[in-house]
């Protein structure tokens, strides 16, 4: 271990998390018309948002916006310790062989830990490497609840493996997937994390990894014990497990449906806005209003498209990965149970032998140890799970009101232009009419 | 012509059920009425109040029921007295509103007279009923049959008349009255119009032009209408299912502790958000009725384009058979045959006539010549005074209908940034709730 200063993130050249500007809150400030006429007609239109201080905000590309969403969670993340240890997952790429093409991602770690060498890392991993990492926290750390992946296979026909959409919800799956590693107390510490992280070349030995994780479910799948008094708050996780599932799965089907109907709406909308073109061209003093009506409905359906890709991108597969990871956290108490079955089968075997042997043998106290210490990490994985599950939602969910409100505001701001240049017309004529007619 | 019913007085517009939309549109209305002409509503406030359903026997004697109107007037004058008296009232159902239209098309056809409602809902979004005795299509309706009203007494030539002026004030006896007229009897069948249409061969331009623009909007604005109540549909449908959110975040709220209260908030909002609809899409109703409104009127210039052409051709075919009389008599005199005719072709083969019989020919010939000239005259002077007065009241109507439309226009252009400005508050007041979480 070399001696290193611990280094500030301000090294790397880029601003503290405290000066970013708060990328919801920035696209609010230009999104809400003004009362000054002048900065609606500069904003409306233009791709590129500028900020009341004049300075741009950076349009968001993918690795933009998700950086800056990186940020936003770490600062929602402090619980009043010193975060040391921060993942990154961007930058997909492709690589093409002459064996197979897949897509690559950099892995950049920074740290200010001993057990890592240097304060920083940058790697590419595959898909693959993941999923041996992840196969690797489970054989060491069986007591512990691991973080699921996003799914491993896609039907080929299917889904384009390589498209932007599927890439960018992978990304942002994996990246989800380290950083729940990296902020748990006792996974972020494991050694095959740090090789993970850190190693110019994975040296997986994969075969070998396979057999082992087979023994370890075998030794805790299929212990063949029937389990007797279940604790009480266990089968309350259980019970609280099934039915969040059953919760989800009712709001993704809504949020499809959703979807759909939105759809279906964008698609006579956009056959509505040409009617009142159509109309514009055998008119003649009408021909401004029905033209504006028209632009506005064009502008409503770019928006509503906006909206059902965002929602489509950002909210499904967040609810769906969800479902995976309840299933990891259901898996992990069936193990419990089965720990705690084996015990007390053990202990039972015991209680019947105990006129051979007087004391308690080890192994059943190897095993009620175990049943202990598993407990406890669950315990303490569950507290945590809980935690950073109603940051999840609530992250998730005020997402998709942000990106209502985006809409709704997109359309506003389109409306208001055809109201500008119609409605001083209106009060010329109310004038007139008030002024020569009493009540 | 009841021109002097009362002392001179200030206009005012006494109907307090019209939106403000409307009213604005009828001061509009007024105003330009009142530089130029006398007005009845200066003598006078109507106003169709409410709706009732009576039961009674119809033509082939079978029991029906049927909704009859509560039309209200009261003179101006009255009002601006301090005193407020009752208005006079009394009922009419639709087919006697129909009467009295078809009667003013009849006697005035150079007018673009004002159309009704519907008399069965049809282009309808499928939460709206199709069905006449529904509340809110007779609501619909009575705000309609008032605007006719209306739009009948602002108009410069039909507030004068004094068929409507009784369909107004006296219950009893109206209908005789109409039929006395003998107005159906003057009407000029479909066929000829139709007949006349065809042949017509130099109809003033302008009117060629209306009939062909008076096409184009009925097309486009059906077609708009047909695509607008599909819409609607639609976003009945994106509205209504955020409903279910509020269900749901309900029942997850149950099994939560720290999320439990933000997400129970947040579906109330999810569940306003849905209710929200209903007021929004019955808001818009208003809109596509202004439409129709202008889409029933296409048929009104349609009329009075026919009348032209049928006028027109009437004024053709004097002319031609003046020209044709005129033909025949040079022909006698002359002695030549170039026009084609039975007598000529008898005569030819049968021999010459004697020249008394020719002198005779010659002076009925000459009788309908002066005959053929009278009429040409008069149907002239017809066709010129019609085509005078329907110009001037089809200009007039061309300035209410931009008037008219651009406002409809602009209220829904309102009414979207209205709907938006809901919808940011409902989700700014959901993700207050999801931040509390």
């Given at each position: 271990?070399?001696?290193?200063?611990?280094?500030?993130?301000?090294?790397?050249?880029?601003?503290?998390?405290?000066?970013?500007?708060?990328?919801?809150?920035?696209?609010?400030?230009?999104?809400?018309?003004?009362?000054?006429?002048?900065?609606?007609?500069?904003?409306?239109?233009?791709?590129?948002?500028?900020?009341?201080?004049?300075?741009?905000?950076?349009?968001?590309?993918?690795?933009?916006?998700?950086?800056?969403?990186?940020?936003?969670?770490?600062?929602?993340?402090?619980?009043?310790?010193?975060?040391?240890?921060?993942?990154?997952?961007?930058?997909?790429?492709?690589?093409?062989?002459?064996?197979?093409?897949?897509?690559?991602?950099?892995?950049?770690?920074?740290?200010?830990?001993?057990?890592?060498?240097?304060?920083?890392?940058?790697?590419?991993?595959?898909?693959?490497?993941?999923?041996?990492?992840?196969?690797?926290?489970?054989?060491?750390?069986?007591?512990?609840?691991?973080?699921?992946?996003?799914?491993?296979?896609?039907?080929?026909?299917?889904?384009?493996?390589?498209?932007?959409?599927?890439?960018?919800?992978?990304?942002?799956?994996?990246?989800?997937?380290?950083?729940?590693?990296?902020?748990?107390?006792?996974?972020?510490?494991?050694?095959?994390?740090?090789?993970?992280?850190?190693?110019?070349?994975?040296?997986?030995?994969?075969?070998?990894?396979?057999?082992?994780?087979?023994?370890?479910?075998?030794?805790?799948?299929?212990?063949?014990?029937?389990?007797?008094?279940?604790?009480?708050?266990?089968?309350?996780?259980?019970?609280?497990?099934?039915?969040?599932?059953?919760?989800?799965?009712?709001?993704?089907?809504?949020?499809?449906?959703?979807?759909?109907?939105?759809?279906?709406?964008?698609?006579?909308?956009?056959?509505?806005?040409?009617?009142?073109?159509?109309?514009?061209?055998?008119?003649?003093?009408?021909?401004?209003?029905?033209?504006?009506?028209?632009?506005?409905?064009?502008?409503?359906?770019?928006?509503?498209?906006?909206?059902?890709?965002?929602?489509?991108?950002?909210?499904?597969?967040?609810?769906?990965?969800?479902?995976?990871?309840?299933?990891?956290?259901?898996?992990?108490?069936?193990?419990?149970?089965?720990?705690?079955?084996?015990?007390?089968?053990?202990?039972?075997?015991?209680?019947?032998?105990?006129?051979?042997?007087?004391?308690?043998?080890?192994?059943?106290?190897?095993?009620?140890?175990?049943?202990?210490?598993?407990?406890?990490d669950l315990k303490s994985d569950w507290d945590q799970w809980q935690n950073n599950k109603t940051q999840d939602f609530r992250q998730l969910l005020t997402g998709m009101a942000d990106h209502n409100i985006q809409y709704y505001e997109k359309v506003t701001a389109g409306d208001y232009w055809l109201m500008l240049s119609y409605v001083h017309l209106i009060q010329v004529v109310v004038q007139g009419a008030k002024g020569s007619v009493s009540y | 012509m009841m021109a002097d019913s009362g002392p001179e007085e200030?206009?005012?517009?006494?109907?307090?059920?019209?939106?403000?939309?409307?009213?604005?549109?009828?001061?509009?209305?007024?105003?330009?009425?009142?530089?130029?002409?006398?007005?009845?509503?200066?003598?006078?406030?109507?106003?169709?109040?409410?709706?009732?359903?009576?039961?009674?026997?119809?033509?082939?004697?079978?029991?029906?029921?049927?909704?009859?109107?509560?039309?209200?007037?009261?003179?101006?004058?009255?009002?601006?007295?301090?005193?407020?008296?009752?208005?006079?009232?009394?009922?009419?159902?639709?087919?006697?509103?129909?009467?009295?239209?078809?009667?003013?098309?009849?006697?005035?056809?150079?007018?673009?007279?004002?159309?009704?409602?519907?008399?069965?809902?049809?282009?309808?979004?499928?939460?709206?009923?199709?069905?006449?005795?529904?509340?809110?299509?007779?609501?619909?309706?009575?705000?309609?049959?008032?605007?006719?009203?209306?739009?009948?007494?602002?108009?410069?030539?039909?507030?004068?008349?004094?068929?409507?002026?009784?369909?107004?004030?006296?219950?009893?006896?109206?209908?005789?009255?109409?039929?006395?007229?003998?107005?159906?009897?003057?009407?000029?069948?479909?066929?000829?119009?139709?007949?006349?249409?065809?042949?017509?061969?130099?109809?003033?331009?302008?009117?060629?032009?209306?009939?062909?623009?008076?096409?184009?909007?009925?097309?486009?604005?059906?077609?708009?209408?047909?695509?607008?109540?599909?819409?609607?549909?639609?976003?009945?449908?994106?509205?209504?299912?955020?409903?279910?959110?509020?269900?749901?975040?309900?029942?997850?709220?149950?099994?939560?502790?720290?999320?439990?209260?933000?997400?129970?908030?947040?579906?109330?909002?999810?569940?306003?958000?849905?209710?929200?609809?209903?007021?929004?899409?019955?808001?818009?109703?208003?809109?596509?009725?202004?439409?129709k409104e202008y889409l029933f009127y296409t048929e009104a210039l349609r009329a009075v384009c026919r009348k032209h052409e049928l006028t027109q051709f009437e004024l053709e075919m004097a002319a031609q058979d003046l020209a044709s009389k005129k033909q025949q008599k040079e022909e006698l005199v002359t002695g030549t045959v170039r026009t084609f005719s039975l007598k000529g072709m008898t005569s030819k083969l049968f021999g010459q006539e004697t020249a008394e019989q020719r002198e005779a020919k010659l002076q009925?010939?000459?009788?309908?010549?002066?005959?053929?000239?009278?009429?040409?005259?008069?149907?002239?002077?017809?066709?010129?005074?019609?085509?005078?007065?329907?110009?001037?009241?089809?200009?007039?109507?061309?300035?209410?209908?931009?008037?008219?439309?651009?406002?409809?226009?602009?209220?829904?252009?309102?009414?979207?940034?209205?709907?938006?400005?809901?919808?940011?508050?409902?989700?700014?007041?959901?993700?207050?709730?999801?931040?509390?979480?």
């Amino acid at each position: 271990m070399s001696a290193c200063t611990p280094k500030s993130l301000a090294s790397s050249g880029q601003k503290p998390i405290q000066e970013m500007c708060h990328p919801l809150g920035a696209e609010e400030a230009v999104l809400t018309p003004s009362p000054d006429v002048r900065n609606i007609t500069s904003s409306i239109g233009e791709k590129d948002q500028i900020l009341p201080n004049g300075t741009p905000v950076e349009t968001s590309s993918p690795s933009s916006s998700s950086s800056l969403l990186n940020r936003l969670q770490l600062d929602d993340d402090l619980d009043g310790e010193t975060r040391d240890l921060f993942v990154t997952v961007d930058d997909p790429k492709k690589h093409v062989s002459t064996m197979e093409t897949y897509i690559t991602y950099r892995v950049v770690t920074k740290t200010t830990r001993v057990e890592f060498d240097l304060p920083e890392y940058t790697v590419r991993r595959r898909y693959q490497d993941f999923d041996w990492l992840r196969t690797k926290l489970e054989d060491s750390q069986p007591t512990h609840l691991i973080p699921p992946l996003p799914e491993k296979f896609v039907m080929k026909g299917v889904v384009d493996r390589f498209s932007e959409e599927f890439v960018e919800t992978r990304r942002k799956a994996l990246d989800k997937f380290l950083k729940r590693v990296a902020d748990h107390p006792v996974l972020s510490f494991n050694e095959h994390l740090n090789s993970f992280l850190s190693a110019k070349d994975l040296n997986k030995r994969q075969g070998l990894a396979l057999l082992s994780k087979m023994g370890e479910s075998v030794k805790y799948v299929t212990g063949g014990y029937k389990l007797r008094g279940r604790p009480v708050e266990f089968s309350a996780m259980g019970d609280y497990l099934d039915m969040f599932t059953q919760k989800l799965g009712t709001i993704d089907r809504i949020a499809q449906r959703i979807i759909k109907e939105q759809s279906e709406y964008l698609a006579e909308l956009k056959e509505y806005g040409p009617v009142y073109t159509t109309w514009a061209a055998s008119e003649a003093e009408l021909q401004g209003p029905l033209e504006g009506v028209a632009s506005c409905m064009a502008n409503c359906s770019i928006a509503l498209d906006e909206l059902t890709q965002d929602m489509s991108g950002d909210f499904l597969p967040v609810l769906r990965e969800y479902v995976l990871y309840i299933e990891s956290m259901k898996a992990v108490l069936k193990k419990r149970d089965n720990v705690q079955a084996e015990y007390e089968a053990k202990l039972e075997a015991a209680a019947l032998r105990k006129e051979e042997r007087p004391t308690v043998p080890t192994d059943v106290e190897k095993c009620q140890d175990r049943v202990e210490c598993f407990n406890a990490d669950l315990k303490s994985d569950w507290d945590q799970w809980q935690n950073n599950k109603t940051q999840d939602f609530r992250q998730l969910l005020t997402g998709m009101a942000d990106h209502n409100i985006q809409y709704y505001e997109k359309v506003t701001a389109g409306d208001y232009w055809l109201m500008l240049s119609y409605v001083h017309l209106i009060q010329v004529v109310v004038q007139g009419a008030k002024g020569s007619v009493s009540y | 012509m009841m021109a002097d019913s009362g002392p001179e007085e200030i206009a005012v517009i006494g109907n307090t059920d019209l939106t403000s939309a409307e009213l604005e549109n009828n001061i509009k209305n007024t105003m330009v009425e009142i530089e130029k002409w006398t007005s009845l509503l200066r003598k006078m406030e109507i106003s169709v109040g409410e709706a009732e359903k009576r039961t009674g026997k119809n033509t082939v004697n079978m029991q029906e029921i049927y909704t009859v109107y509560l039309i209200e007037t009261r003179p101006v004058d009255a009002v601006t007295e301090g005193i407020i008296p009752a208005p006079d009232s009394l009922w009419r159902r639709y087919s006697e509103f129909e009467l009295l239209r078809n009667y003013l098309l009849v006697t005035y056809p150079f007018v673009v007279v004002a159309p009704l409602p519907e008399k069965r809902a049809e282009i309808v979004w499928h939460k709206l009923s199709a069905d006449n005795m529904d509340p809110d299509f007779v609501e619909r309706r009575r705000v309609g049959l008032e605007n006719f009203l209306l739009r009948l007494a602002c108009h410069p030539v039909l507030c004068n008349d004094k068929i409507f002026y009784i369909f107004l004030t006296e219950e009893k006896g109206w209908k005789e009255m109409v039929y006395e007229t003998g107005f159906q009897a003057k009407a000029d069948s479909r066929l000829k119009a139709m007949n006349a249409a065809f042949r017509v061969k130099n109809p003033d331009k302008r009117f060629t032009e209306l009939k062909h623009y008076s096409d184009e909007l009925q097309t486009v604005v059906s077609q708009l209408l047909r695509v607008r109540a599909r819409v609607a549909d639609r976003l009945y449908g994106v509205y209504k299912v955020h409903g279910n959110y509020g269900r749901v975040f309900s029942e997850w709220s149950a099994i939560e502790k720290e999320m439990g209260d933000g997400l129970q908030s947040a579906g109330h909002h999810m569940d306003a958000y849905a209710a929200s609809v209903d007021d929004i899409l019955e808001e818009e109703e208003h809109y596509a009725d202004q439409l129709k409104e202008y889409l029933f009127y296409t048929e009104a210039l349609r009329a009075v384009c026919r009348k032209h052409e049928l006028t027109q051709f009437e004024l053709e075919m004097a002319a031609q058979d003046l020209a044709s009389k005129k033909q025949q008599k040079e022909e006698l005199v002359t002695g030549t045959v170039r026009t084609f005719s039975l007598k000529g072709m008898t005569s030819k083969l049968f021999g010459q006539e004697t020249a008394e019989q020719r002198e005779a020919k010659l002076q009925v010939l000459e009788q309908q010549i002066e005959e053929g000239e009278e009429a040409v005259k008069e149907k002239n002077t017809e066709s010129d005074e019609f085509v005078k007065t329907a110009w001037i009241d089809i200009e007039h109507f061309k300035d209410q209908k931009d008037r008219d439309l651009k406002e409809a226009l602009i209220s829904y252009a309102i009414m979207q940034i209205s709907r938006c400005k809901k919808g940011i508050q409902v989700w700014t007041n959901a993700k207050e709730c999801f931040n509390k979480m």
